[in-house]
């Protein structure tokens, strides 16, 4: 058999394979909130998620203006921020995404994904809610167009089952009861939020007089 005829076999038997277009693609993790403040309970989350299904990063992405029904008033979006600047420093997988801030107004996820797919298309989304959020899905602005565009990954709540019509994706993580509305009352009634958030952001509240009214 000479050169060119071995050449052409091996090249019969063994056939180019092109690489699946998503294996380019980064794994990227999306946690929204108000973030009214961030806390404890924020952070495990995200590690939880971003390690269990080995994300190359996680996304904070404080809202401007959240569309849920049971809104309450935020403080100024410039001090959310700041406040999840500091959570999240030291942690080289976490991330601030602020497309909904700069957008402002009514924050829409299917407008924000939309956007963000825009600016990385070489990204595969994450995005992650609550047991809670996940039973409210069906209320969700275009949300049959929305899961087709990031994976839903669902973090269990207490009293909400682990179930829904649309495909979402459950990961354990510890069930920590820590709230945002709990951390304001707290500081309105001069009881101590250590531990509760971290130590930085404790910090900021004070130095700022953050939730005192």
């Given at each position: ?70 809104y309450k008033d935020a403080i100024a979006a410039d001090k959310r921020r700041m406040m999840v600047e500091l959570s999240i420093s030291g ?123």
């Open positions: 058999m000479n050169v060119s005829t071995l050449v052409k076999s091996v090249a019969q038997t063994n056939p180019v394979v092109e690489p699946n277009e998503n294996s380019k693609k980064k794994r990227v993790g999306i946690l929204g909130g108000t973030f009214n403040p961030p806390h404890m309970g924020h952070l495990i989350i995200a590690d939880q998620v971003a390690n269990q299904l080995d994300l190359d990063k996680m996304l904070f992405m404080p809202d401007s203006l959240p569309p849920h029904i049971d942690n080289p997988l976490f991330n601030l995404e602020t497309a909904e801030l700069e957008r402002g107004g009514v924050s829409y996820t299917f407008d924000t994904i939309i956007e963000l797919k825009r600016r990385h298309p070489d990204y595969e989304y994450y995005f992650i809610i609550g047991g809670d959020m996940v039973d409210y899905l069906p209320k969700w602005y275009r949300i049959d167009e929305l899961v087709k565009l990031v994976h839903f990954v669902g973090v269990a709540r207490a009293g909400f089952p682990k179930e829904s019509q649309y495909p979402v994706m459950w990961v354990d993580v510890p069930l920590i009861e820590i709230s945002s509305t709990q951390i304001r009352w707290n500081i309105q009634h001069k009881c101590s939020i250590k531990y509760l958030v971290p130590e930085n952001v404790e910090n900021y509240i004070k130095e700022e007089g953050l939730y005192l009214e």
